[in-house]
């Protein structure tokens, strides 16, 4: 009652404001943090299978053939997020392969050729061996190269979409050269590399030096194994010598560096809309208690202690906050479900929809810091008014 009285002497139009203000602020700075301890949390995370794999090149210009030395591999195995690398070498030689795909449905394309060390290999079949004399010749075709034939060279050629299965059975030929054949088996499929046909090291080996034309071994592509593919440092390693990978696998560093940047300027810009509200919250109980300046001295004269008074004055301030702590909390998560269905879309990162126990704590701090300060002014003012009575 005493609340109610001494509220009726204060202006609506500025506890509106006020309360809008801090509704705003506290929801920009916990939005902020969370969205900070989300994606750091998720980007630090290892993968699932303990390893991520990159294949790496780098940018060809008209200067450059865009070749990696062994100096920049073994510089590349130095670097602390790398857990390995190695060179994937490819022909220097002409390849081309025939196959029969139906009755009347045949195909002839050159076929780019690469070989990497066995443990870099995704899906790799056993006996993918090759020795000199063998005529047939096991590969791992990429499913990036069946996906184009039955939606690319199928559809237009009108013929038949085969199946990985199918494919398997099917037994291309393989022409090195001008008049060296091998019998072609298909034995796996990589989603891991993509620009060529996987071929076992003593192949290429042996037809690298037998029909290879000009340097031999020239390292065009370097695949490396690393904890965390997101790592901000790998990106920045990459950037800075002119390096270039899976764009979509390096992505999340790039988010971290940005949030990195952005997160000290969203709490400040928060922190300095949370104190203008609170400074305005004083200033309206200023104006408040001076408004009901008799109010208070009468209630002092018929023997209200200043502690009494403040208290009932407090308590309606306390609705103020409840309903501060009441609607910031479900803007947070409405908001934060909006950005977290658009970093899953744009970057394929699940950030969830809850909030963690650190920004609840966070915001309780800033909550009871709030509190505190109007208590103290409250109190303060309201024991000078009752005592000078």
């Known amino acids: 009652m005493i609340g109610k009285l001494i509220f009726s002497n204060g202006k609506s139009g500025q506890l509106t404001f006020s309360v809008a203000g801090s509704i705003i602020g506290l929801a920009i700075m916990l939005l902020s943090i969370q969205l900070y301890l989300d994606i750091t949390t998720i980007l630090r995370t290892p993968a699932i299978s303990g390893t991520d794999f990159l294949v790496i090149n780098k940018e060809v210009n008209m200067l450059a053939d865009g070749n990696f030395n062994q100096s920049e591999l073994e510089n590349l195995k130095q670097q602390e997020f790398v857990i390995d690398a190695a060179p994937v070498f490819g022909n220097n030689f002409q390849s081309l392969v025939v196959a029969e795909v139906g009755p009347q449905s045949s195909f002839n394309t050159l076929m780019p050729l ?37 939606f690319g060279i199928a559809e237009a050629a009108r013929s038949p979409k085969v199946t990985k299965e199918l494919i398997s059975h099917i037994k291309p030929k393989l022409k090195i050269g001008n008049a060296t054949w091998y019998n072609v088996r298909i034995a796996a499929f990589s989603d891991r590399f993509s620009d060529g046909v996987i071929v076992p090291e ?64 969203i709490v400040i810009i928060s922190l300095v809309i949370i104190l203008l509200s609170l400074l305005t919250f004083i200033q309206n109980a200023q104006l408040l208690l001076s408004n ?82 109007q208590f103290i002014i409250i109190r303060s003012t309201v024991k000078n008014l009752v005592r000078s009575s």
């Open 114 to 150: 690469i070989t990497v060390p066995n443990e870099f290999i995704d899906n790799l079949p056993p006996k993918f061996k090759w020795k000199i004399g063998d005529n047939e010749v096991p590969v791992i075709v990429p499913t990036s190269f069946f996906n184009s034939y039955n």
């Open 292 to 373: 009901s300046d008799y109010e208070i001295k009468l209630l002092g004269l018929i023997g209200y202690s200043f502690s009494f008074v403040s208290a009932a004055v407090m308590k309606n301030f306390n609705k103020l906050f409840g309903l501060i702590t009441l609607s910031t909390i479900p803007i947070v998560i409405a908001v934060k479900y909006y950005i977290s269905s658009i970093f899953n879309h744009e970057l394929g990162i699940d950030i969830g929809i809850g909030l963690s126990w650190t920004t609840l704590v966070i915001g309780l701090c800033v909550y009871t810091c709030f509190y505190l300060v």
């Open 202 to 265: 003593s192949f290429m080996n042996y037809n690298n030096d037998k029909f290879g034309i000009g340097e031999k071994n020239k390292i065009n592509r370097i695949v490396i194994s690393t904890s965390n593919s997101k790592n901000p440092s790998l990106a920045n390693y990459l950037s800075d010598h002119l390096y270039e990978t899976n764009s979509d696998k390096i992505n999340g560093g790039k988010v971290t560096e940005i949030m990195n940047v952005l997160l000290p300027i």
